[in-house]
């Protein structure tokens, strides 16, 4: 089946670093979704996209379609302490009826 | 506005002892979602309801229920909670199941424990 590398697994940054994370898949893939998960909360869509290629920001976020539709990546740029959680890639295939694959998540924490 | 909303938000049971989780949506969409999220790991999906169809995932254990009485309301029904079912329990809404605009929007989800 469809797999979904996520990396890095952590990271530990210092306020108003740049960040940036990235996932790829096994196959193409025509939907890339970020997500960014609180602690004790549900997922929260960051970004999504839809298109080989496409980049589209939302605030300090930059999330990028790879151009092979095998990866994804997303940057955050000047973190600051709220930046910290879990951020999600998922994504899906072509074949019809297959199911959003979710990557094991990149656990971010932001030192001030 | 909550358009997902998951009720309750931490619920404690008991080994074997039968239990529901909620999920109601205000989106009006037709797909509804369980998913179920263990410490420190992705959402792992358990089934899917696009309008009155059920679609369970082939891994899921039967002891794992779910109902859709309308198109607002989602239950998950756990019929014997063991140890490993302790989890966060995350509902999610999609106006369809494919295509380019399948977006999930997910409720703040449910805390299971299992005494």
């Known amino acids: 089946g469809q797999q979904l590398n996520q990396s890095p697994q952590s990271m530990f940054i210092q306020e108003g670093e740049d960040v940036s994370m990235n996932c790829t898949s096994s196959s193409i893939f025509n939907t890339w979704l970020w997500y960014k998960q609180d602690p004790g909360e549900g997922p929260v869509l960051l970004i999504a996209l839809y298109k080989a290629g496409e980049l589209t920001s939302n605030g300090r976020l930059t999330a990028q379609f790879g151009i092979t539709r095998k990866d994804s990546f997303l940057n955050i740029s000047a973190s600051i302490p709220s930046d910290v959680g879990i951020y999600f890639c998922a994504g899906r295939g072509y074949q019809a009826g297959t199911a959003l694959i979710f990557g094991k998540g990149t656990t971010l924490s932001v030192s001030s | 506005d909550a358009m997902v909303i998951q009720n309750p938000r931490y619920q404690v049971t008991q080994f074997g002892k039968p239990v529901t989780l909620s999920c109601s949506q205000t989106l009006n969409h037709n797909v509804m979602y369980w998913y179920q999220q263990k410490s420190s790991q992705a959402p792992k999906l358990l089934f899917h309801?696009?309008?009155?169809?059920?679609?369970n995932e082939a891994d899921t254990p039967d002891n794992f229920q779910s109902r859709r009485p309308n198109t607002s309301f989602c239950f998950l029904d756990i019929r014997s909670p063991g140890l490993g079912d302790a989890a966060m329990y995350l509902c999610?809404?999609?106006?369809?199941?494919?295509?380019?605009?399948?977006?999930?929007?997910f409720g703040a989800g449910t805390r299971l424990s299992v005494l």
């Open positions: 309801y696009y309008d009155k169809d059920f679609n």
């Open positions: 999610a809404t999609s106006l369809i199941a494919t295509g380019l605009k399948n977006i999930q929007y």
